[in-house]
């Protein structure tokens, strides 16, 4: 028998979604590398770390190269924190040296202060606090000491064995601002995070964070999107539907109208997932109203994301035609989030759907519209493969899903900007067609993989009762192109509506 693997000992880094990432956190009486450019939040990340140690009576300290101790305290009380207590801040360079004119350093460049010298200090005041923790911010100025990569190299090898000697857990930020495209640190430390900021168009930035190595543990691989809010970072690691499975008895899924129901072979199976796609106006919305309103009156729980609409106007609308979605939201049966394209990504996005899913016990889920949710995405290529593991979880939780997509037109050839019908397990078509000089609306399936469906086209109208659905067109042909033909009694006289 193979022994067990022995893992290190990890040390929660204060964000629980890096932890999630890291399995668990940074091993311990190792040296770490966080690296990205000024503003991708190395520091915060850094003091939520200290913090985190500080919590469970571990002793920690801050070496700053770049930033002093007042200028670190006044970004720790923007968050809501105290450095004080467990956590020492060291400054290599102290203000009141700088204006000293006995002192021969006046500034914390090459020219002025010895490398070995500031390596000296550093490992002095470590050596009298012995703290389980260190951050060192920024290896920036290292470097500019160094002034060659075998030097900076050599420094940064002594450093990691004597933390590793004295066991501590020790953070080396690196703004990565210096002109030398060698990184050998990369090599040097336990793991390497690499922090990025991607700036659009249009909207707020956003933020993601990759685990580049990590020896002798697993990790989640990939980008992870994160923000920086009040209270620190919060990460959000990219979803992998595979991990998560929840066994559930799958029942029927039915919409409260029976024409719809008949028209989809009985209705939907649990945890399947549902487009519903037609041009602007043909009642995408009102359909996933009538699915939640059934779900409520099961006394099951549902949740709409709205990315369209604002909230208010969608509340109203829906009570005048019979929907009342304040009521349902009161009484805990309807969980309503608008989304805000220009400022969430795609990973607090999915985030916020299945700790909504996880915690309230959700059942069904309506996103309004995959448009909206297309719009948040900075990388359009990968919005397919966020929705599919998106999809798939909600499906292993058991939740049915429905998903609208707005086309491009109004009557005739109909367009898309992102095709996802063959990742859906049924697809509803809603379409407008013309007759008798009337502007009428179509509903048909195109596809349901849980079962058999009819082949029809049949004409739904919309009142103050919400959806009325009508028998099949058999009447007609052509109902999909927008402008029909009549082919039944009196045809030869009429013979289209064109």
């Known amino acids: 028998m193979d022994p067990q693997p022995q893992l290190l000992p990890r040390a929660s880094t204060g964000v629980a979604g890096i932890d999630e990432v890291l399995g668990g956190g940074f091993a311990r009486d190792r040296l770490h590398l966080i690296e990205g450019s000024p503003g991708t939040g190395k520091t915060t990340i850094a003091l939520q770390f200290l913090l985190a140690g500080a919590a469970q009576g571990e002793t920690g300290m801050y070496v700053g190269l770049s930033e002093t101790a007042t200028e670190l305290r006044d970004g720790a009380r923007s968050h809501g924190w105290t450095i004080d207590g467990n956590i020492e801040i060291f400054e290599l360079v102290p203000p009141e040296s700088v204006f000293d004119p006995d002192h021969h350093q006046s500034l914390l460049y090459s020219s002025d202060l010895e490398l070995g010298e500031a390596i000296q200090r550093i490992l002095g005041a470590i050596g009298r606090l012995r703290p389980k923790r260190v951050v060192i911010d920024s290896l920036s100025e290292i470097r500019l000491l160094a002034q060659s990569s075998l030097r900076y190299r050599h420094q940064i090898l002594a450093l990691k064995y004597y933390f590793t000697q004295n066991q501590s857990t020790v953070l080396l930020l690196d703004d990565m601002t210096a002109e030398s495209s060698d990184y050998p640190v990369h090599s040097i ?4 995070t690499h922090l990025d ?3 659009p168009l249009y909207g707020g930035e956003r933020r993601r964070l990759q685990v580049v190595k990590a020896r002798g543990q697993s990790f989640r691989s990939g980008y992870h999107d994160f923000t920086i809010v009040s209270g620190g970072v919060r990460v959000f690691p990219r979803l992998i539907a595979a991990e998560h499975r929840h066994p559930f008895v799958g029942t029927m899924v039915c ?5 719809l129901d008949t028209l989809l072979g009985g209705g939907l199976a649990q945890g399947s997932s549902t487009l519903v796609i037609g041009p602007a106006g043909t009642g995408k919305t009102l359909l996933l109203l009538h699915y939640i309103a059934a779900a409520v009156a099961r006394g099951e729980r549902a949740a709409f994301f709205a990315f369209d609409e604002e909230l208010g106007l969608l509340i109203s609308r829906a009570k005048a035609l019979g929907f009342d979605l304040a009521a349902m939201r009161e009484a805990g049966q309807l ?4 989304m805000d394209a220009a400022e969430l990504s795609p990973g607090e996005f999915a985030h916020r759907v299945c700790a909504c899913v996880d915690r309230e016990n959700i059942r069904m889920v309506a996103i309004d519209s995959l448009n909206g949710y297309q719009a ?9 493969l966020h929705l599919h593991e998106l999809l798939q979880y ?4 058991g939740a049915s899903t429905f998903l609208s997509v707005a086309q491009h037109g109004v009557i005739g050839d109909m367009r898309q900007t992102i095709d996802v019908t063959y990742l859906a397990d049924t697809v509803i078509t809603l379409r407008f067609f013309e007759a008798q000089g009337r502007v009428h609306r179509a509903i ?9 469906h009819e082949n029809t086209i049949r004409e739904f109208t919309i009142d103050g009762r919400g959806m009325t659905i009508g028998p099949p067109l ?7 192109t927008g402008v029909p033909t009549y082919i039944g009694p009196g045809a030869p006289l009429l013979r289209s509506f064109r």
């Open 189 to 192: 430390a336990h793991s390497v």
């Open 197 to 199: 900021r991607l700036s």
């Open 255 to 259: 919409s409260g109208i029976n024409e």
């Open 335 to 338: 969980f309503i989030e608008q």
């Open 376 to 384: 948040a995405m900075p990388e359009e290529q990968y919005l397919i």
């Open 394 to 397: 909600l499906n292993r939780q």
């Open 444 to 452: 048909s399936v195109i596809k349901k993989r849980t079962g058999s």
């Open 474 to 480: 058999e009447e007609f042909e052509g109902v999909l």
